[in-house]
């Protein structure tokens, strides 16, 4: 083996690969800043120099503030990085949260407008079987965001809803919604698990 001479002995050795917990985080990282910058630019409309770098700054601000947020358990006995998030089902989830957003909207929209009030409020009782406590804030704030539901309490798995209608709270036992959350980060589950244990609590008649 010929000896190294001195100028290959001066070059740096080259960085070690990131690992896949740190690959993940980085992409995590580099996510959150691109849909921040882009949320920056919706909310600013704004787009000379300065206000881009006001953009950059508060983006750079908001990572290095949450940088350790990841290494705390929201509930003990889980960790945020239990279940890596898959990219493409989560973009594709957003989509089809938006759709039902607005079904959903056009549908209370009736029935606002409807001279009869076709209202029937009822409390939604189900149990989900999320892989993470992540997964379950998703799945609660996506039923608020849906007009008509609101998710009312968490408790392990838990979930219950307060529904506009006996339609809009058996829209829920579906288990559509649940099962699409779960697919976020589960590459293989079970649809049955989605949703089960599904009750409708109690009824409010509206007064005459």
């Known amino acids: 083996m010929e ?30 800043a691109v849909l921040l910058f882009c949320l920056w630019l919706v909310l600013s409309g704004m787009f000379d120099a300065l206000h881009l770098a006001y953009g950059v700054f508060s983006v750079a601000l908001v990572l290095l503030l949450n940088h350790r947020l990841h290494l ?5 006995g889980e960790t945020p990085t ?17 759709w039902q957003i607005v079904q959903s909207g056009l549908y209370v929209a009736y029935l606002v407008m409807h001279p009869l009030l076709p209202i029937s409020p009822c409390l939604v009782r189900f149990r989900s079987m999320q892989p993470n406590v992540q997964a379950r804030v998703i799945l609660g704030n996506s039923i608020t965001l849906t007009p008509g539901t609101i998710t009312v309490e968490v ?11 006996r339609e809009a709270a058996e829209g829920l036992f579906a288990g559509d919604m649940e ?18 244990d599904a009750e409708i609590l109690s009824d409010s008649p509206r007064e005459p």
Do not use: M
């Open 3 to 32: 000896p190294k001479s001195a100028a290959t002995q001066d070059l740096p050795s080259p960085p070690p690969p990131l690992s896949g917990a740190r690959w993940r985080l980085f992409r995590a990282r580099a996510i959150q």
């Open 72 to 76: 705390l358990p929201l509930q003990p």
């Open 82 to 98: 239990e279940h890596p998030i898959l990219l493409h089902r989560l973009f594709a989830y957003l989509l089809w949260l938006l």
């Open 155 to 165: 408790e392990g798995n838990r979930f219950l809803v307060h529904a506009i209608t």
């Open 179 to 196: 099962y699409r959350v779960a697919r976020i980060y589960l590459r293989e589950c079970r649809r049955e698990d989605a949703c089960f």
